[in-house]
C-alpha cells in the first residue's frame, strides 16, 4: 500500500504543477484544475487503514480500563 499511496501523491503533485502552470494557457482551466487533482485524490480511497490503527484502538480501550497496554496483551 505504501507505494500505491506514493505514486498517488506523485501522480497528485505533477497535476498540480501542471495546472497551476498551464493555468492561464488554458481555456477550460477550471474544468482541468478541479477535476485532475480530484480525481487523482479518489484514486486513494480505496485504501484500507494499516493494522496499527485497529492495535491504537485496541490500547486505548486497555488504557481506559485501567490497565498498562505495555503490560497487557490486546486480544
Do not use: H, K
Not at 8 to 25: K, Q, R, V
Not at 50 to 61: I, P
Request: with cysteine.
Amino acid at each position: 500500500m505504501p507505494v500505491y499511496f506514493v505514486a498517488c501523491a506523485i501522480l497528485c503533485g505533477l497535476a498540480y504543477l501542471f495546472a497551476s502552470t498551464e493555468f492561464a494557457a488554458l481555456n477550460n482551466a477550471v474544468g482541468f484544475s478541479g477535476s485532475s487533482p480530484l480525481g487523482c485524490v479518489l484514486l486513494a480511497l480505496p485504501q484500507a487503514p494499516g493494522n496499527e490503527v485497529w492495535r491504537f484502538q485496541a490500547d486505548g480501550v486497555i488504557q481506559r480500563a485501567g490497565f498498562n497496554p505495555y503490560q497487557v496483551a490486546a486480544e
